[in-house]
Antibody
């Protein structure tokens, strides 16, 4: 069974950092792009960023709202994707989902998704 | 950035109804359009990818179509488990963007 499990969320003060993890199982992790999508309380979905698979350079793309503050990385030996979030702002408060992309370089669609982890940025 | 305008933002329907949700892209995106279903407190689930391809395991009452930059998700006969919020998403170019969502209520 393909499964994604996020961890690392919690309450953090503005300006501080947090690292989220997405542990994958049930598929060849190294072949797939991996994405992060967030959802603020009561709001819609917002794409945060993705990392391509190593065959496509392992490069990253980010939304403008997080570029320069968030960094996505991957450890294919452990089947884990990470997202380092620095200089957190109150507007970063959201449930963060990781999602599997495709094997085509960029994640043409997201399937499946993890259950999400809540990040609350507040003093 | 490509804007995805989804309509309506909410609708009321009954079991057995035919439901249509529309998503309009602000520029050409070919068929790089996906549809997701999200129930309260749960992660989204992919229903349709590449505008009209039904994900394996998704009931055939769900279908997607494209006309230019207009995309449609149709539920042919609404079932109780279909009451949820639906989102479109373009994957033509970054930043990847979602529509604002359509809440389907009883």
């Amino acid at each position: 069974e393909v499964q994604l499990v996020e961890s690392g969320g919690g309450l953090v003060q503005p300006g501080r950092s947090l690292r989220l993890s997405c542990t994958a199982s049930g598929f060849a992790f190294g072949d797939y792009a991996m994405s992060w999508v967030r959802q603020a309380p009561g709001k819609g979905l917002e794409w945060v960023g993705f990392i391509r698979s190593e065959p496509y350079g392992g490069t990253t793309e980010y939304a403008a709202s997080v570029k320069g503050r968030f960094t996505i990385s991957r450890d294919d030996s452990k089947s884990i994707a990470y997202m380092q979030m620095n200089s957190l702002k109150t507007e970063d408060t959201a449930v963060y989902f990781c999602a599997r992309g495709t094997t085509y370089g960029d994640p043409n669609w997201f399937d499946p998704w993890g259950q999400g982890t809540l990040v609350t940025v507040s003093s | 950035d490509i804007q995805m305008t989804q309509s309506p933002s909410s609708l009321s329907a009954s079991v057995g109804d035919r439901v249509t949700i529309t998503c309009r892209a602000s520029q050409r995106i070919s068929s790089y359009l996906n549809w997701y279903q999200q129930k309260p407190g749960k992660a989204p689930k992919l229903l349709i990818y590449a505008a009209s391809s039904l994900l394996s395991g998704v009931p055939s009452r769900f279908s997607g179509s494209r006309s230019g930059t207009d995309f449609t998700l149709t539920i042919s006969s609404l079932q109780p488990e279909d009451f949820a919020t639906y989102y479109c998403q373009q994957s033509y170019s970054t930043p990847l963007t979602f529509g604002g969502g359509t809440k389907v209520e009883i």
